[in-house]
């Protein structure tokens, strides 16, 4: 069995304006042929104006094990929210 | 103990609740099991389904339908890719994947391994065929499995131009010469009950369906599927003018839907463990295609590593 090439994520902007966004990965070996493949894969049809291509391996994720340890202090911080303060009703544009 | 039913809880309240499952996520043993055996047969059935048609590439009747076969082709490769690269999230990697196919270790859909033999073959492939493919795919972009999904709704989007270019070349032959309207009716004879066989065994005889049904992996049974596609199809074939090799297809008023045929399970089963008419030469095809690649991918390998170390030599500089 052969080795195999690295993986990058590929990310996409679909245009101008929008942020880029992860539409899937592919293995490649090395960064200009994962972007030369990722837009025969990826945008086939205009999806995107512009790529971007990460090796998976340099991403660093957290785990949804620590999901609650990791999240748990911005549930209770209601008033970050704008519906925590009270404003009387008389007031407009706010 | 507990450990372990607590994750499988939660991991039930995500299934339950219809949110999705996410790679990092935990998953009992026997979710992972069945999601690598399906995402990656459905991976080796895009490429191994690139063989068929892809023998009429260079015989194409026309610019235009050449151009339009060698997209589909194209696209098929792709969702092969998408679908790859959903099976790797699971922990498996690409190489044990391919050998997996290679080595004959590992299925793919059966309705490959019939032969193309005429032109018609292309339009009932992408009208039959990817139609059954789209009826079984729709219903796996809601997948609980959060990559899989998202690769469906890819692969979904690209179907529809599939099955509409082959009911396009159906209704150009059958409003054709005598000779091309057989052409058709033949084509559609052979692969019909096939297509009707790409359902998979029947529910009683299903063995993977309860926990796939119950992880909101299948969302329908393998029977409602493909009637689903009887009742869509038919009226098809009656717009063409073509007629349904099954002499007990008639429609059932009660159940608003077609009554069919006893579908040839031995016939099916004999094609799954390698009998079936082209089963050797599409293996045959695929490994001879992967080993001759091989001089490609090492030159790419043998260039990216010296264009790193010029790289590195020019950072030293
Ligand atoms: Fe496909
Ligand atoms: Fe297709």
């Known amino acids: 069995m052969e080795t195999n090439w690295p993986l990058y994520e590929v990310f996409i902007r679909s245009k101008n304006g929008l942020s880029h966004k992860h539409v899937g990965s592919l293995h490649a070996a090395d960064a200009e042929m994962a972007l030369e493949n990722a837009r025969d894969v990826y945008t086939r049809r205009n999806e995107g104006v512009s790529i971007w291509v990460v090796k998976a391996v340099d991403i660093k994720a957290s785990d949804p094990a620590d999901g609650d340890f990791l999240f748990e202090p911005a549930s209770d911080k209601i008033y970050r929210h704008p519906t925590f303060y009270e404003v009387p009703d008389a007031v407009k544009h706010m | ?317």
């Open chain 2, 1 to 317: 103990m507990t450990q372990v039913s607590s994750l499988e809880d939660r991991f039930l309240q995500i299934i339950d609740a219809d949110e999705k499952i996410e790679p990092k996520d935990w998953m009992p043993e026997e979710y992972r099991k069945t999601l690598i055996r399906q995402i990656s047969q459905h991976a080796h059935s895009e490429i191994v389904g690139m063989l068929p048609e892809g023998n009429w590439i260079t015989r194409a009747p026309s610019l235009k339908r050449k151009l339009a076969l060698l997209a589909k082709v194209q696209d098929e490769a792709g969702h092969g890719l998408y679908l790859y690269s959903a099976c790797e999230t699971l922990g498996i990697d690409r190489s044990t994947l391919l050998d997996q196919l290679h080595t004959g270790k590992a299925k793919y859909s059966s309705i490959f391994n019939y032969p193309t033999i005429t032109w018609a073959d292309m339009g009932a492939i992408g009208w039959l065929v990817d139609g059954a493919a789209i009826m079984n795919q729709v219903p796996l972009c809601r997948c609980s499995y959060g990559p899989y999904a998202r690769a469906m709704v890819r692969v979904c989007k690209e179907e529809s131009f599939h099955q509409r270019q082959g009911y396009e070349i159906m209704t150009v032959l059958c409003k054709g010469s005598e000779e091309q309207k057989v052409m058709a009716q033949d084509a559609l004879n052979r692969w019909w009950w096939p297509s009707l066989m790409m359902f998979g065994p029947n529910d009683a005889d299903s063995t993977h369906s309860e926990l796939s049904m119950r992880w909101k992996i299948k969302r329908f049974s393998n029977d409602e599927l493909r009637q689903r596609f009887v009742d869509m199809t038919v009226p098809q074939a009656e717009l063409l003018g073509l007629t349904i090799p099954d002499k007990d297809l008639k429609y059932n008023e009660a159940k608003k839907g077609y009554d069919f045929g006893t579908i040839n399970w031995d016939e099916f089963w004999e094609v799954v463990k390698g009998n079936g008419p082209c089963n050797e030469e599409r293996l045959r095809a695929r490994v001879e295609a992967h080993d001759k690649g091989q001089w490609v991918r090492d030159a790419a390998a043998a260039y990216a590593r010296k264009q790193k170390e010029k790289s590195s030599l020019s950072k030293t500089a």
